[in-house]
C-alpha cells in the first residue's frame, strides 16, 4: 500500500514501488510548494523572541498554536451555528465534535507548557510589558459565542475596530445556547417567552422551566435523539473548556505564583472566579434530577 492518499502533502497515487524520493517533485522555481501553500515565511516571521532566554520560544510557539486552535474553533463553532439555526443535522454536529477535538489539543498544551520552570519564565517576562492572554480576541469570540458576555472584555479591542465589531456583534448575537433553547422550543418543549426573547448580550440565567424541558429530553433520548446529542455536544464543548481554563490555572500558579498578571488582573484570583462561570447552566442540573 502507497498510503500516499492521507496527505494532500504527501506522495499521492501510483507511488513506484520503490519509494524512491527521486520520484518526489522538486523544482518549484515556477509552482506552488508545500511552503508557498502555507506562507511559511510569514509563520516563521510571527516567531520573533526579543531576548536571548531559551524559553522564550516555547512560550511564543505555545501561543501561536493556541491562537490557531483558538481560530479553528471559532469557524467552526460559527458554522455550527449558522446550521444549527436552521435546525439539528448531522454537519453541526460534527462541527461540534471537531471543536471538542480541537479543544482537546489546545489543553494539551498545557503539558508542554508546563515544561518551563518560573526561573525560566523570569528571564523573559519583562520582554512583553502588559501583553496577556486576556487581551487575546478569538479567546473572547470562543467565550462570546458560547455565550460568556461582558462588555468589559471588549475593552482591549477598542483600538482595533476589525478586532472589536466582530466581537461587538457576536456580544449582540444569539449563543450556541440561545439556538438550542429555540429548538427545544420548536419541538414543542415548553421555553419561556421571556427567555426565547432575552438580552442576549447579557450573561444566561438558568430557567426552572428551561430545566423542565432538557428533563424531558434527557428522560426519554430515543424520542428526542437530535436534542440529546446536541445537549450532551455542548456538554462535552463546556467540560472542555473548564479543563482548559483548570490547566492554566495551575500553570500560572506554578510559574508566576500569585503575583498581578501581565494584563492587569490580580492574576490567579482572577482566573480561579472565571472557574465558576457555567455557559449551559440547566444540562449540568439535568443530571442532579434525573
Ligand atoms: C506561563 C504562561 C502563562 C502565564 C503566566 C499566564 C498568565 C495569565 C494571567 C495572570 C492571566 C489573567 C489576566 C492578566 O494577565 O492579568 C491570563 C489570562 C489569560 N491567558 Fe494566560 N498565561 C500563560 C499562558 C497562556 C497561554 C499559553 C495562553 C494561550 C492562548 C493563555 C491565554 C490566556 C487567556 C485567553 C486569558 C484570559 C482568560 C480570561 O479572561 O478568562 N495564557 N494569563
Same mark, same amino acid.
Given at each position: 500500500?502507497?498510503? *500516499?492518499? *492521507?496527505?494532500?502533502? =504527501?506522495?499521492?497515487?501510483?507511488?513506484?514501488?520503490?519509494?524512491?524520493?527521486? !520520484?518526489?517533485?522538486?523544482?518549484?522555481?515556477?509552482?506552488?510548494?508545500?511552503?508557498?501553500?502555507?506562507?511559511?515565511?510569514?509563520?516563521?516571521?510571527?516567531?520573533? @523572541?526579543?531576548?536571548?532566554?531559551?524559553?522564550?520560544?516555547?512560550?511564543?510557539?505555545?501561543?501561536?498554536?493556541?491562537? %490557531?486552535?483558538?481560530?479553528?474553533?471559532?469557524?467552526?463553532?460559527?458554522?455550527?451555528?449558522?446550521?444549527?439555526?436552521? =435546525?439539528?443535522?448531522?454537519?453541526?454536529?460534527?462541527?461540534?465534535?471537531? %471543536?471538542?477535538?480541537? !479543544?482537546?489539543?489546545?489543553?494539551?498544551?498545557?503539558?508542554?507548557?508546563?515544561?518551563?520552570?518560573?526561573?525560566?519564565?523570569?528571564?523573559?517576562?519583562?520582554?512583553?510589558? !502588559?501583553?496577556? *492572554?486576556?487581551?487575546?480576541?478569538?479567546?473572547?469570540?470562543?467565550?462570546?459565542?458560547?455565550?460568556?458576555?461582558?462588555?468589559?472584555?471588549?475593552?482591549?479591542?477598542?483600538?482595533?475596530?476589525?478586532?472589536?465589531?466582530?466581537?461587538?456583534?457576536?456580544?449582540?448575537?444569539?449563543?450556541?445556547?440561545?439556538?438550542?433553547?429555540?429548538?427545544?422550543?420548536?419541538?414543542?418543549?415548553? %421555553?419561556?417567552?421571556?427567555?426565547?426573547?432575552?438580552?442576549?448580550?447579557?450573561?444566561?440565567?438558568?430557567?426552572?422551566?428551561?430545566?423542565?424541558?432538557?428533563?424531558?429530553?434527557?428522560?426519554? @433520548?430515543?424520542?428526542?435523539?437530535?436534542?440529546?446529542?446536541?445537549?450532551?455536544?455542548?456538554?462535552?464543548?463546556?467540560?472542555?473548556?473548564?479543563?482548559?481554563?483548570?490547566?492554566?490555572?495551575?500553570?500560572?500558579?506554578?510559574?508566576?505564583?500569585?503575583?498581578?498578571?501581565?494584563?492587569?488582573?490580580?492574576?490567579?484570583?482572577?482566573?480561579?472566579?472565571?472557574?465558576?462561570?457555567?455557559?449551559?447552566?440547566?444540562?449540568?442540573? %439535568?443530571?442532579?434530577?434525573?
Amino acid at each position: 500500500m502507497s498510503g *500516499g492518499s *492521507g496527505c494532500p502533502f =504527501g506522495p499521492g497515487e501510483g507511488v513506484p514501488a520503490e519509494h524512491s524520493a527521486e !520520484q518526489a517533485h522538486r523544482d518549484f522555481s515556477r509552482s506552488l510548494s508545500y511552503g508557498d501553500y502555507l506562507h511559511l515565511d510569514e509563520l516563521r516571521s510571527a516567531h520573533q @523572541p526579543v531576548t536571548e532566554a531559551h524559553d522564550e520560544h516555547l512560550f511564543i510557539a505555545i501561543h501561536h498554536v493556541s491562537e %490557531v486552535w483558538l481560530s479553528l474553533i471559532v469557524r467552526e463553532l460559527q458554522a455550527a451555528m449558522a446550521l444549527l439555526e436552521g =435546525g439539528i443535522t448531522d454537519a453541526p454536529l460534527k462541527m461540534l465534535t471537531r %471543536v471538542v477535538r480541537a !479543544q482537546e489539543q489546545l489543553t494539551a498544551a498545557w503539558d508542554v507548557l508546563r515544561t518551563m520552570t518560573p526561573a525560566d519564565y523570569l528571564q523573559f517576562r519583562s520582554a512583553f510589558g !502588559q501583553a496577556s *492572554g486576556f487581551q487575546s480576541q478569538n479567546y473572547r469570540m470562543v467565550e462570546f459565542l458560547l455565550g460568556n458576555r461582558n462588555p468589559t472584555l471588549l475593552g482591549p479591542h477598542a483600538h482595533r475596530p476589525d478586532l472589536h465589531g466582530p466581537l461587538l456583534a457576536a456580544l449582540h448575537a444569539p449563543s450556541v445556547y440561545d439556538l438550542a433553547l429555540r429548538l427545544l422550543a420548536a419541538r414543542g418543549l415548553n %421555553v419561556p417567552a421571556e427567555v426565547l426573547g432575552r438580552d442576549v448580550s447579557r450573561p444566561y440565567v438558568a430557567d426552572p422551566a428551561v430545566l423542565d424541558a432538557w428533563l424531558t429530553v434527557y428522560r426519554d @433520548p430515543e424520542r428526542h435523539w437530535d436534542l440529546y446529542e446536541l445537549a450532551e455536544k455542548l456538554v462535552d464543548v463546556e467540560d472542555n473548556f473548564r479543563r482548559w481554563r483548570f490547566n492554566h490555572l495551575t500553570t500560572v500558579e506554578r510559574t508566576i505564583g500569585f503575583r498581578r498578571g501581565s494584563g492587569g488582573t490580580s492574576g490567579v484570583g482572577y482566573l480561579r472566579e472565571a472557574l465558576d462561570t457555567v455557559l449551559f447552566p440547566e444540562l449540568w442540573d %439535568v443530571r442532579t434530577h434525573l
